[in-house]
C-alpha cells in the first residue's frame, strides 16, 4: 500500500475521491485531507459543516475545526469562528506556530482575517428557516440531528499521517459552546509513531474518553486499526452507560502506521475510505453485540444516514 484515506459519513464520498486523485498523483497527506474537508465545507445541500451549517442558539453558525500532523506532532484548532469559509484551512495554518495553536471566536476571527483567509456569511436561508422551525420547538436535540462533523484521516506511505475535522458543532448549542471537533485527543489525533483517528457524536461524551487519543494509544500497544476503534467506543459506552446511565452517539474512524483502517461505533455510521488499490468506497458500521461490525454499502442503500 502506498497511501491510504478515510473520512467520515456520506457527505464526505466526493471529497474522499478528491483526497484519493491527490494521493495518486503523489500529493501530501495533509493537502488531501484539507482538499477533501474543503468539498464539504463548501456544499449548501450538507448542513452541519461550513457553507449552511446549523447555526448556535442566537442564529450564528460558528465553526470549530482541528488538525494535526503526525510526525511532528502539531496540531492547529480554531473554536466559534464565524464568517470564514474554510475553518480547517485555518486551523492548518496554526499548526505551523510553536504556541498559540488553538484560537477561539473574535481571536481566530482576528488570526484569519490577519492571514487573509477568505471570508464568508455561512449562514443560508435554508440553514435559517431549520433554526427558525427548531428554535421554535425548544427541545433537547440531540448529536445526530443533522450535526455531523466531517472528519478524514490520511496516510501517505514513508510520509506522513495526519488528521482533521470540520464542523458547525450541536445545533442551537449555547453561544461559546465546544465540542470534541476542535479538542486536540478528542476529535482528532495523529502520531506517525501510533496511528491517527477522527471522531463524530455528542462531543461532551468524545471528550470524556479523550476518544482519539485513546485509540491511537491501542493501536500503538498493539491493536489492530479494527480491534482499537471497536474497543475504544465500546469501553467508553459502556463506562459512561455504567457511570452516569446513558450515552450519546459516539462514532470514529482510525487508521494505522502502515494504512489499515478502522471504525468503531454505538449507532449505525456511515464511512468512506479508499487506497491505491480500492477506489473510494462507502461501508456502514454498526454495534453488534458490543464489537463494531463493518459492511460495504451502496448509496442508494443508506438513505437517512448522512
Ligand atoms: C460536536 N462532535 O460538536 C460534534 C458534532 C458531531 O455528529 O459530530 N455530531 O460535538
Redesign the pocket.
Known amino acids: 500500500m502506498k497511501w491510504s484515506v478515510i473520512s467520515t459519513w456520506k457527505m464526505s464520498f466526493e471529497g474522499n475521491r478528491l483526497a484519493s486523485e491527490i494521493l495518486q498523483n503523489q500529493g501530501s497527506a495533509e493537502d488531501a485531507v484539507l482538499q477533501g474537508i474543503g468539498m464539504v465545507e463548501d456544499d449548501p445541500s450538507f448542513h ?1 459543516v461550513g457553507y449552511s451549517g446549523l447555526p448556535d442558539i442566537d442564529g450564528r453558525v460558528l465553526m ?1 475545526a482541528g488538525f494535526m500532523h503526525g510526525r511532528t506532532l502539531s496540531f492547529g484548532a480554531v473554536g466559534a469562528l464565524e464568517g470564514f469559509r474554510s475553518p480547517v484551512q485555518v486551523a492548518h495554518k496554526l499548526a505551523e506556530r510553536p504556541v498559540n495553536n488553538f484560537l477561539v471566536g473574535e481571536g481566530a476571527a482576528r488570526y484569519a482575517r490577519e492571514h487573509r483567509f477568505e471570508e464568508r456569511d455561512n449562514l443560508t436561508p435554508d440553514s435559517y428557516q431549520r433554526y427558525l422551525e427548531e428554535y421554535r420547538k425548544r427541545k433537547p436535540l440531540s ?2 440531528k443533522g ?3 466531517v472528519g478524514f484521516v490520511a496516510l501517505v506511505i514513508h510520509g506522513d499521517l495526519v488528521s482533521a475535522t470540520s ?1 458547525s ?2 445545533f442551537l448549542k449555547d453561544r461559546g459552546r465546544l ?3 476542535p479538542m486536540v485527543g478528542c ?1 482528532f489525533y495523529a502520531d506517525n509513531e501510533a496511528g491517527a483517528a477522527a ?6 461524551d ?1 471528550a470524556k474518553g479523550v476518544l482519539c487519543f485513546r485509540v491511537c494509544e491501542l493501536m500503538k500497544n498493539g491493536y489492530s486499526a479494527q480491534e482499537a476503534a471497536s474497543q475504544a467506543v465500546s469501553d467508553l459506552t459502556r463506562s459512561l452507560i455504567r457511570r452516569r446511565g446513558h450515552c450519546d ?1 459516539i462514532s470514529l474512524i482510525c487508521m494505522d502506521k502502515v494504512g489499515n483502517i478502522g471504525a468503531g461505533t454505538n449507532i449505525p455510521f456511515v464511512f468512506v475510505c479508499a487506497d491505491d488499490t480500492h477506489p473510494a468506497q462507502l461501508y456502514l458500521a454498526q454495534e453488534k453485540d458490543g464489537d463494531t461490525v463493518i459492511t460495504p454499502v451502496l448509496a442508494s442503500e443508506i438513505t437517512g444516514i448522512d
Open positions: 452541519s470549530d448529536a445526530y450535526h455531523d462533523t464542523t458543532g450541536l465540542g470534541d471537533s476529535g471522531a463524530t457524536g455528542l462531543g461532551e468524545i452517539s
